[in-house]
Nanobody
Framework: QVQLVESGGGLVQPGGSLRLSCAAS????????IGWFRQAPGKEREGVSC????????????YYADSGKGRFTISRDNAKNTVYLQMNSLKPEDTAVYYC???????????????????WGQGTQVTVSS
């Protein structure tokens, strides 16, 4: 059974950092594309950062939304079957519930849209406030 469990959210001051974790079970993350999405109250769920499967030849291609470029880093630890989202220089507008998602695409294609993902975690709240 495919399961994704996010952790690492919390309350942080503007300019602070958080590292979100997405622990996977029931499948191997290096064969799947993994995405981080977020949803703020009253807004649609949006992509934050995504990583393709490792494709056997590289660590995978990555995508960052403009909102996170230069501040967020997505990475994958195959040994721990976990994907991370390191978030630095956090802003109040980063406040949202963050979700990780997975879909089986064994290539360097990086899916970016919500509808492209089949499996979702329950989300973790990130609040950036002084």
């Amino acid at each position: 059974q495919v399961q994704l469990v996010e952790s690492g959210g919390g309350l942080v001051q503007p300019g602070g950092s958080l590292r979100l974790s997405c622990a996977a079970s029931g499948f191997t993350v290096d064969y799947y594309a993994i995405g981080w999405f977020r949803q703020a109250p009253g807004k649609e769920r949006e992509g934050v950062s995504c990583i393709s499967s490792s494709d056997g030849s590289s660590d995978g291609m990555t995508y960052y939304a403009d909102s996170g470029k230069g501040r967020f880093t997505i990475s994958r630890d195959n040994a721990k079957n976990t994907v991370y989202l390191q978030m630095n220089s956090l802003k109040p507008e980063d406040t949202a519930v963050y979700y990780c998602a997975a879909t089986w695409i064994y290539s360097d294609y990086v899916p970016r849209a919500v509808y492209e993902y089949d499996y979702w975690g329950q989300g973790t709240q990130v609040t950036v406030s002084s």
